[in-house]
């Protein structure tokens, strides 16, 4: 406030207009109309107001804090539009229940330090974006005693709540898309192994693919980055020089495929030769030149979702809800 003084909930309150218990349900996750949330909580902001988790903690148990858990490299984590993009929408989702989320970085291989970290925190649960079976961490997932949900389905043998969109519906389409415009000889730009969403999408394909008695030339793995894409689909030329298209498991994989074909030691043309699909449609689907033609992620949704989810687990103290899958949406653009 400028003069030393410690903000309190009541100041907020006379800010804001409101009672002390309305403040008080507003910032946290009690009953309050949207307005006198928003109104609250931009008093709070206004005067650099934080709830005391440890008060809040003694009074009802729980702390209000939510781990949001993203087990990779932290200059992947930043670099990835759709984490990014996921971490922003879940913030956005958090704040409006009055939960607070704890961004959870850590070495995908240090299991004891992920632990330690949420032992320290806290939190009543977490949220877990970009989970890859393989990571060490994984086996400190499995083990966490309070509710979790995961966006993206996780392994079969981990029973948890998630969201997810219908990769598999994304593959199919992709392949159906590729055949309508007469392309036959298709290569895929996989994700991950370890992750359930690119072996989802490459089913799909086949599947699509497979009706028609055909079959992918390839399919290569790697992770969702740029340099992966550049470096498979300059393999893929070398190896199937005569290939006319690819579906491209991440916009990202996509960009990087589309460098590669344009650097080429021959003119690849997009899509005159060769036609790519990708898969997210985030803003660089439509930077990119040509234009890219992608399967969109419906983001606000999911993340909505998972925070809704996980409110409820909290709130009853089991998860009745054990699964929410969103639809993907075909995007036609110049390159297919």
Same mark, same amino acid.
Request: proline letters at 7%.
């Given at each position: 406030m400028g003069n030393g003084k410690v903000v309190t909930i009541r100041d907020v309150a006379e800010r804001a207009g409101v009672a002390v218990s309305t403040a008080s349900r507003a910032l946290g996750a009690g009953s309050a109309s949207p307005s006198t949330r928003q109104k609250v909580r931009r008093a709070a902001?206004?005067?650099?107001?934080?709830?005391n988790l440890a008060a809040r903690r003694l009074s009802s148990g729980r702390s209000g804090v939510v781990a949001l858990a993203v087990p990779e490299p932290t200059p992947f984590i930043f670099g990835d539009a759709f984490i990014a993009g996921m971490i922003s929408?879940?913030?956005?989702?958090?704040a409006e229940r009055?939960?607070?989320?704890?961004?959870?970085?850590?070495?995908p291989d240090d299991s004891n330090g992920f632990e330690r970290l949420l032992d320290r925190v806290g939190a009543d649960g977490m949220v877990v974006l970009s989970y890859h079976l393989s990571n060490t961490v994984a086996e400190a997932i499995r083990r966490y005693q309070k509710p979790q949900v995961f966006i993206g389905r996780p392994p079969q043998d981990t029973a948890v709540p998630y969201v997810d969109v219908n990769n598999h519906a994304g593959g199919y389409l992709a392949g159906k898309r590729l055949l309508e415009?007469?392309?036959?000889?298709?290569v895929v730009i996989a994700g991950p192994e370890d992750?359930?969403?690119?072996?989802?999408?490459?089913e799909g394909m086949v599947e699509a693919l497979g009706e028609a008695g055909l079959q992918p030339l390839a399919v290569v793995q790697g992770p969702f980055s740029t340099e992966f894409g550049a470096k498979a689909m300059k393999r893929l030329l070398d190896d199937f020089p005569h290939l006319d298209a690819v579906f491209a498991e991440s916009d990202e994989i996509a960009a990087g495929a589309m460098q590669a074909m344009a650097s080429y030691e021959r003119q690849i043309r997009v899509p005159e030769d060769v036609a790519i699909i990708g898969f997210d449609d985030f803003r660089l689907a439509r930077a990119l030149s040509p234009k890219l033609t992608s399967l969109?992620?419906?983001?606000?949704?999911?993340? +909505? $979702?998972?925070?809704r989810m996980l409110e409820e687990c909290l709130? +009853? $103290?089991?998860?009745r809800q054990r699964s929410e899958i969103f639809e993907v949406q075909l995007k036609i653009r110049d390159s297919a």
């Open positions: 902001s206004e005067l650099h107001f934080s709830p929408r879940l913030s956005l989702s958090f009055g939960l607070l989320p704890l961004l959870a970085l850590t070495n415009i007469g392309r036959t000889r298709i992750m359930t969403a690119p072996v989802d999408r490459t969109a992620q419906p983001l606000d949704a999911m993340a +909505d $979702g998972a925070v709130r +009853d $103290g089991e998860c």
